[in-house]
């Protein structure tokens, strides 16, 4: 199966990537870091913005972990089995700490609220920990820690927007780039750990949101993500200088126009939030993808309202229905929670039903995970067993799979739009690159005279259950 790493938001596959930059920015004063990262693409975004503030303050990078001075891990708190992982990877760091003894060890992202006074105090696994808020603070807290403090910032912030600096793209394939224009969320699924862990929703400035795409497009980028946990709340109202309001759809157009050549696309949105004017935008534009990520999460009303999801079943097909009607040809893609608080073997059939009416192309599929503080954790028991959320959970992703060859099938004979990311896993003689609807795309190469970062328009011949193969045309 093709894996793509980049536009995937909560991809299994990059989990614990450790990170290079393809180019050391600045001077470097010799000491190295090493960053891992897990958890969502916001986190991945982030430590490129935490690369950046290092490569700042002298630092380098290596994809070394025993030959750097500064060991970091980027940290997820969704599900119970990130932080396991994380875990057992800092006892691998300290053992490295052991033989290196000025070796520094930090824990950043959303764990580091909930755990601190636990890795620091009690387990000594760490010499740091910070916030998704305090990254700036990160050159003082590293002289803190050099001086054998323990040294902690997990303030959450009002209006940190990390706007101003530049992320170093780390890993990249030199086509896709991560654009964060959000931080935090005021929403409260109530399943949900992310407004603890990353604190109040605040929105970025969009003129800086606007550089960093326009000076990706003139380094080579061709496909931007713009980036939030719910990226139709984005709002910016600057007073001061008399600038309208700019809504989300204002923001899209406004990055669709820095070249035609340029796509766009956007992750996550919330389905009570997507407007008409997102949808028109996305119609209009013939660079803003044919592809909406919407997560559903659960079929049944009942359910949805104990995750506080603000919707019903009926509304979001309703949604579901109005995005067809607006962009025929659009991508649907979802997430799904099995075996939340309560949930019947009733509210599971609603979730297979809701899935078959929905048709999605995909779908990223969880099974509940109770996260300490929740709304749900503090009012609802966790009272469905393991192996039955297994078993649902395994029923949901068969249909899910079945759903995505057909739908997979249906583009056989069709031409896709493909832009090429670089070699297919499987061979250095094909192609790999996505379609508007967001399915990967590979093609032989075939003498022709493409790059990575070209448009070739491909012919559908044959597919999988995840990936369209075809020539090109
Ligand atoms: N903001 C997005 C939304 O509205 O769906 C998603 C953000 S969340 C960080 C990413 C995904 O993790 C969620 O869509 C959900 O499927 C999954 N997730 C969050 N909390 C979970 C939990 N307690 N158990 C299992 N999966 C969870
Ligand atoms: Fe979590 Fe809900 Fe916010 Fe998504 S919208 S980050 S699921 S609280």
Known sequence: ????????????????????????????????????????????????????????SGYSATGDFTQADLVLINTCSIRE???????????????????NPSMLIAVLGCMAERLKSKFLEEEKLVDLVVGPDAYRTLPLLIEEAEGGQQSVNVLLSRDETYADIAPVRLNSNGVNAFVSIMRGCNNMCSFCVVPFTRGRERSRNPGSILTECRN??????????????????????????????????????????????????????????????????????????????????????????????????????????????????????????????????ED?????????????????????????????ARR????IPESEKKRRLDEIVKLQNRMSQESNRDDLGTVSKVLIEGDSKKSASDWMGRNDQNKVVVFPKNGQHFQKGDYAFVKIDKCTGATLIGRSI
């Open 1 to 56: 199966m093709e894996t793509d790493v980049l536009s995937r938001r909560h991809d299994e596959v990059r989990q614990g990537e450790s990170f290079s930059p393809a180019e050391v920015l600045g001077y470097s004063s010799g000491r190295k870091f090493y960053i891992e990262s897990y958890g969502c693409a916001m986190n991945f975004a982030d430590s490129e913005v935490v690369a950046s503030i290092l490569q700042s």
């Open 81 to 99: 089995k990130a932080e396991q992982t994380i875990r057992s990877r800092l006892h691998i760091f300290r053992q490295v700490k052991r033989s």
């Open 216 to 345: 990706l497009f003139e380094n080579g980028y061709r496909e931007i993500t713009l980036l939030g946990q719910n990226v139709d709340s984005y709002h910016w109202h600057s007073g001061e200088d008399g600038t309208a309001a700019v809504g989300f759809a204002d923001l899209l157009e406004t990055v669709a126009q820095v070249s035609p050549l340029l796509r766009v696309r956007f992750s996550t949105s919330h389905p009570k939030d997507i407007t008409d004017h997102v949808l028109r935008a996305i119609a209009r534009y013939e660079n803003i993808c044919n592809y909406i990520h919407l997560p559903v999460h659960s079929g049944s009303t009942r359910v949805l309202q104990r995750m506080n999801r603000t919707y019903t079943r009926e509304w979001y097909m309703a949604k579901i229905r109005r995005i067809r009607e607006l962009i025929p040809a659009c991508g649907i893609t979802s997430d799904i929670i099995t075996g939340f608080c309560g949930e019947t073997e």
């Open 348 to 376: 599971h059939q609603e979730t297979l039903s809701l899935m078959r009416e929905s048709r999605f192309d995909m779908s990223y599929m969880y099974f509940y995970s109770e996260r300490p503080g929740t709304l749900a």
């Open 380 to 383: 609802y028991p966790d009272d």
